[in-house]
């Protein structure tokens, strides 16, 4: 044994695996995510305790909507700059400003055609937002608080 090299890596022939389907190759109306309850900040899980995914096309819009909404944009540097809104900043903004932010970050996910806010309403802690949102495969109205 002290003669034969021993790998840290396994060697894996490649050549017997089937390919593999892109994400982006997937029809929108077959594109799913998980779910995520954002009041509680925790995912959603089924019964037996898994992680639960969206069923519908609807879902799969209002989810994304959502984790762009609540991801601070350029926070993470594994996102480029397109991804989430400058929620630190909106504090110091007019109405029209965060609601303009709203748009173009949804509108910079490639799923989402169109996005407006319909309504918006501002607290101490949080923003109520009621969102209109059309996707390559469907349309989704959003109507949730995004916590400060």
């Not at 982006?24 to 995520?36: A, G, H, L, Q, V």
């Not at 993470?76 to 909106?90: F, L, M, N, R, T």
């Not at 209109?132 to 349309?139: I, K, S």
């Amino acid at each position: 044994m002290a003669d034969e090299s021993i790998s840290l890596f396994p060697e894996i022939n490649l050549s017997d695996m089937e390919e593999i389907e892109l994400y982006e190759d997937t029809p929108s109306e077959d594109k799913w995510t998980y779910m995520i309850d954002f009041r509680n900040r925790c995912a959603v899980v089924d019964e037996d305790g898994r992680p639960r995914k969206t069923e519908t096309y609807a879902e799969f819009l209002m989810q994304t909507a959502m984790k762009i909404l609540n991801t601070e944009r350029f926070q993470y540097v594994v996102y480029s700059a397109d991804i989430g809104v400058e929620k630190s900043e909106w504090s110091g903004w007019e109405d029209v400003e965060i609601k303009r932010d709203m748009e173009e970050a949804l509108t910079a996910h490639p799923e989402i055609e169109r996005a407006e806010v319909l309504s918006m309403e501002r607290d101490a802690h949080e923003v109520h937002v009621k969102i209109h949102l059309v996707g390559l495969a469907g349309t989704a109205e959003v109507e949730e608080a995004i916590g400060l």
